[in-house]
């Protein structure tokens, strides 16, 4: 949590200040009063907030403006001051300082001009602080330390960033809205981890995982006998999560019977489990997420419009891949990382295969570039990958080396992409902490669909009989790794 607005009154007009002060606390902003000689005394060595703004009254002192002021600029280049009208000496300062002067107003102002003139001291503030080029308070750089797995430096990741900060210590409910394997459930831990309920648990449910006759007893919890397999009583997830976080994914799957149980929850913070009499009291945050559209589902009725907005108090919306290419690096090497880590080797990029990888759709997000990448290792460990160790859905640019390929195609096809089962060099395959030889195998049998469906136009029935099997296997194998027809 950043500091709050803090709001500095300095005048030696004892009425003026008491006036203002009463003003200020009835508005609910964060200020203090005093007078010059107890501030130029008070040897006051730092800021209360990273967000003050010094207001300057009328002063009595024998001391120039251009003196104080330099003392501000001493604690805080970038602090906005605001002068009242009767300063004479504003229109003589030099223009650097008078610069640092972002408006003129009198202690009687109305609080629309106060409040019009604090944002005005903000946006001055961190446009000054981008002209230092140092970070305002809620840039990438500062933000994304706090939380994990946030990867990516565009403009929409960094607004997301700024969002979870904003929200993160306020235990209101929050909806995640965004394409299938964006993150959501990442954003979530996040907001759960830099929230005030940390030390309270995490529990995620997929609703849409969970068949509409169980999803009550999930939730809810059940009594012993309340339903046929019922052989003792269970927690529900409202349970599990008393006093933490209740991540409700794909909320949109959501029965409407169970729309308006969740609905009582919300509202009354009390539930009783299935077959049961008893109240159970809770205190847990909501936070839900969905890639539907639910104002079109409420149009047409299949989401209740109050549980809705009881749910969307704060949205966040995540990006998809497509719309942040500029983070595809930063993702890429990150994830390289994390499978180096895990012992499947280090890989690297050559760039022709990031930009390749730059140009592609990426329907399925994030969560289609992790399994690429952890494909790519299992299939060359400690490797290099240029655009033609891409799959060839992937292959979106030419090949900028095909001399270095020539060896190999002159040789048979088949050996081209399975090498010899007898060759002691391709022994050198297996790294030594071993592999996941299943899914090696199925890397490579991926791989060759995706090779007979290009070589035959995606007609279907002759890349079948290109890979010398049935039909129906391959549309089984294509159904198996979600190999889409064109």
């Given at each position: 949590?950043?500091?709050?607005?803090?709001?500095?009154?300095?005048?030696?007009?004892?009425?003026?200040?008491?006036?203002?002060?009463?003003?200020?606390?009835?508005?609910?902003?964060?200020?203090?009063?005093?007078?010059?000689?107890?501030?130029?005394?008070?040897?006051?060595?730092?800021?209360?907030?990273?967000?003050t703004v010094?207001?300057?009254?009328?002063?009595?002192?024998?001391?120039?403006?251009?003196?104080?002021?330099q003392?501000?600029?001493?604690?805080?280049?970038?602090?906005?001051l605001?002068?009242?009208?009767?300063?004479?000496?504003?229109?003589?300062?030099?223009?650097k300082?008078?610069d640092?002067?972002?408006?003129?107003?009198?202690?009687?102002?109305?609080?629309?001009?106060?409040?019009?003139?604090?944002?005005?001291?903000?946006?001055?503030?961190?446009?000054?602080q981008q002209?230092?080029?140092?970070?305002?308070?809620f840039?990438?750089?500062?933000?994304?330390?706090?939380?994990?797995?946030?990867?990516?430096?565009?403009?929409?990741?960094?607004?997301?960033?700024?969002?979870?900060?904003?929200?993160a210590?306020?235990?209101?409910?929050?909806?995640?809205?965004?394409?299938?394997?964006?993150?959501?459930?990442?954003?979530?831990?996040?907001?759960?981890?830099?929230?005030?309920?940390?030390?309270?648990?995490?529990?995620?449910?997929?609703?849409?995982?969970?068949?509409?006759?169980?999803?009550?007893s999930?939730l809810?919890?059940?009594e012993?006998?309340?339903?046929?397999?019922?052989?003792s009583?269970?927690?529900?997830?409202?349970?599990l999560?008393?006093?933490?976080?209740?991540?409700?994914?794909?909320?949109?799957?959501?029965?409407?019977?169970?729309?308006?149980?969740?609905?009582?929850?919300l509202?009354?913070?009390?539930f009783?489990?299935?077959g049961?009499?008893?109240?159970?009291?809770?205190?847990?945050?909501?936070?839900?997420?969905?890639h539907?559209?639910?104002?079109?589902?409420?149009?047409?009725?299949?989401?209740?419009?109050?549980?809705?907005?009881?749910?969307?108090?704060?949205?966040?919306?995540?990006?998809?891949?497509?719309?942040?290419?500029?983070?595809i690096?930063?993702?890429v090497?990150?994830?390289?990382?994390?499978?180096?880590?895990?012992g499947?080797?280090r890989?690297?990029?050559h760039?022709?295969a990031?930009?390749?990888?730059?140009?592609?759709?990426?329907?399925?997000?994030?969560?289609?570039?992790?399994?690429?990448?952890?494909?790519l290792?299992?299939?060359y460990?400690d490797?290099?990958?240029?655009?033609?160790?891409?799959?060839?859905?992937?292959?979106?640019?030419?090949?900028?080396?095909?001399?270095?390929?020539?060896?190999?195609?002159?040789s048979?096809?088949?050996?081209?992409?399975?090498?010899?089962?007898?060759?002691?060099?391709?022994r050198?395959?297996?790294?030594?902490?071993g592999?996941?030889?299943?899914?090696?195998?199925?890397?490579?049998e991926?791989?060759?669909i995706?090779?007979a469906?290009?070589?035959?136009?995606?007609v279907?029935?002759?890349?079948?009989?290109?890979?010398?099997?049935?039909?129906?296997?391959?549309?089984?194998?294509?159904r198996?790794?979600?190999?889409?027809r064109?």
């Amino acid at each position: 949590m950043t500091n709050p607005l803090h709001l500095i009154y300095i005048d030696d007009d004892s009425r003026a200040r008491t006036e203002l002060a009463g003003r200020l606390s009835f508005a609910g902003i964060s200020h203090s009063v005093t007078d010059y000689v107890a501030w130029l005394q008070g040897g006051i060595q730092e800021l209360p907030s990273r967000l003050t703004v010094i207001w300057l009254g009328h002063c009595s002192l024998p001391i120039s403006l251009e003196k104080l002021m330099q003392q501000f600029v001493e604690l805080d280049q970038q602090l906005p001051l605001i002068a009242i009208t009767p300063w004479d000496e504003l229109d003589s300062l030099n223009p650097k300082l008078q610069d640092r002067i972002i408006g003129r107003l009198n202690p009687d102002a109305s609080l629309d001009q106060l409040t019009r003139m604090l944002h005005r001291a903000l946006v001055y503030r961190q446009l000054e602080q981008q002209i230092a080029g140092q970070p305002d308070l809620f840039s990438p750089k500062t933000v994304a330390s706090q939380f994990e797995g946030m990867v990516g430096q565009c403009a929409a990741m960094a607004l997301v960033r700024k969002m979870i900060s904003q929200v993160a210590g306020r235990d209101v409910n929050v909806m995640i809205t965004g394409e299938s394997g964006t993150g959501k459930e990442i954003v979530a831990n996040n907001l759960h981890r830099a929230s005030k309920r940390a030390d309270g648990p995490f529990v995620p449910v997929n609703c849409g995982a969970i068949p509409s006759e169980l999803l009550e007893s999930e939730l809810f919890g059940h009594e012993k006998g309340a339903f046929t397999g019922a052989i003792s009583s269970r927690a529900g997830r409202f349970e599990l999560a008393n006093g933490g976080t209740l991540f409700l994914d794909e909320i949109g799957d959501m029965p409407l019977t169970m729309q308006v149980k969740l609905l009582r929850v919300l509202q009354e913070r009390c539930f009783e489990r299935v077959g049961g009499s008893k109240t159970i009291e809770c205190d847990v945050r909501i936070i839900a997420a969905t890639h539907k559209d639910l104002d079109a589902m409420i149009l047409d009725g299949s989401f209740r419009e109050d549980l809705y907005y009881r749910l969307n108090v704060f949205p966040i919306d995540m990006p998809a891949l497509r719309d942040r290419v500029e983070d595809i690096p930063l993702l890429v090497e990150e994830f390289a990382r994390r499978l180096g880590e895990d012992g499947f080797g280090r890989l690297r990029f050559h760039p022709s295969a990031i930009s390749s990888m730059q140009q592609h759709n990426w329907s399925g997000n994030i969560r289609e570039l992790a399994n690429l990448v952890e494909r790519l290792a299992i299939l060359y460990p400690d490797g290099v990958i240029g655009i033609s160790e891409l799959p060839a859905k992937f292959q979106h640019g030419v090949e900028p080396d095909p001399e270095i390929y020539q060896t190999r195609e002159t040789s048979s096809q088949s050996t081209a992409v399975l090498p010899d089962a007898n060759s002691d060099s391709d022994r050198s395959l297996l790294p030594e902490s071993g592999l996941d030889m299943k899914g090696y195998l199925e890397g490579i049998e991926q791989d060759l669909i995706e090779q007979a469906l290009e070589a035959c136009g995606h007609v279907v029935a002759r890349a079948a009989d290109k890979l010398q099997i049935r039909r129906t296997t391959l549309v089984e194998k294509m159904r198996k790794y979600g190999i889409q027809r064109k």
